[in-house]
C-alpha cells in the first residue's frame, strides 16, 4: 500500500474529530468536580481506575479535605482509608496530601495555570495537566492522552509511537488547534462504547469509512451504535 500523505491523514482525523462531537460534545464531564483543585485531585486519582469508583470517594475526601489547605494538613493514613477501593490508593493518598501542600507553600493556594508549573504538582503529568487547563481554565495547550486515545489513534493510523506522550505530539501535527480541547472526553467514550480495548465493533463503528482498518480483533457480534445527539 502507498504511504498515506500527511493532508490524507488532517482530513480523516479532522472528520473524525467532527463525528465524534456530534455524538459526544455535549455530555458532561464523566467526573465530579467543583473547584480547579477537586479536579486535580479527581484527575490524579482517576489513573488506573474507573471515573465511577472515583466519583464514589470523592464526596466524602472532599467533604474533609476539599480544599488546598485542608489538604495540606490532612494525615495520609486518612485519606489512604477513604480512597482505599481505588488502585494504589497508598500512593495516591500521598500524592494529594503532597499536592495540596505544594499549591499552598509555592503558589499560594491556587490551582497554577501553566503546564510546567502543574507537571510540577506531585502526581500530576502532562495528561493531567491538560485536562485541568482545558476544563477548568479553558486553556488548551495540547491533548490529554490517555490509554483510550492511545489506543484509538494507533488503531486510526495516526501514530506509531511507542508511548502515550510520544503519540501526542504526532496527534497535535494532524488535528487542528481549535478541535484539540474535545479530543480527550470524547474520544474516551468512544473508546468505551465501540473501539474497545479487547474487541473493536467495527460493524458497529459510525466512523469506519475513516479507519485504514488497522489490524484488530472484531466482535463476533454487533454492538449498539452510540446514538447522535442533536447540538441544542
Not at 49 to 74: I, K
Not at 205 to 221: F, I, Q, S, W
Request: hydrophobic fraction near 40%; glycine fraction near 6%; proline fraction near 6%.
Amino acid at each position: 500500500m502507498p504511504r498515506e500523505s500527511k493532508k490524507s491523514k488532517v482530513a480523516r482525523v479532522t472528520e473524525f474529530c467532527h463525528r465524534m462531537d456530534e455524538l459526544y460534545g455535549n455530555e458532561p464531564s464523566a467526573l465530579d468536580w467543583r473547584t480547579p483543585f477537586q479536579l486535580v485531585i479527581a484527575v490524579l486519582l482517576s489513573a488506573q481506575t474507573t471515573d465511577v469508583a472515583v466519583n464514589a470517594v470523592t464526596p466524602e475526601l472532599f467533604r474533609r479535605w476539599g480544599t488546598p489547605e485542608a489538604m495540606a494538613e490532612a494525615n495520609v493514613a486518612d485519606v489512604a482509608e477513604v480512597i482505599r477501593r481505588l488502585g494504589f490508593f497508598r500512593t495516591k493518598s500521598e500524592h494529594c496530601v503532597a499536592c495540596g501542600q505544594m499549591i499552598v507553600s509555592d503558589f499560594g493556594g491556587e490551582v497554577p495555570r501553566t503546564m510546567d508549573e502543574l507537571c510540577r504538582l506531585p502526581g500530576v503529568g502532562r495528561k493531567t495537566a491538560n485536562i485541568v487547563l482545558n476544563k477548568a481554565f479553558g486553556i488548551v495547550e495540547g491533548i490529554a492522552v490517555d490509554t483510550h486515545v492511545f489506543r484509538i489513534a494507533q488503531r486510526m493510523g495516526l501514530t506509531t509511537a511507542a508511548t502515550p506522550l510520544a503519540a501526542e505530539q504526532d496527534l497535535l501535527a494532524l488535528i487542528p488547534r481549535e478541535l484539540w480541547d474535545g479530543v480527550n472526553s470524547e474520544w474516551i467514550r468512544f473508546g468505551r462504547a465501540t473501539c474497545t480495548a479487547r474487541i473493536a465493533h467495527c460493524d458497529a463503528c459510525p466512523c469506519e469509512d475513516l479507519c485504514p482498518k488497522r489490524p484488530v480483533r472484531h466482535g463476533a457480534g454487533k454492538a449498539k451504535k452510540p446514538t447522535r445527539r442533536r447540538k441544542e
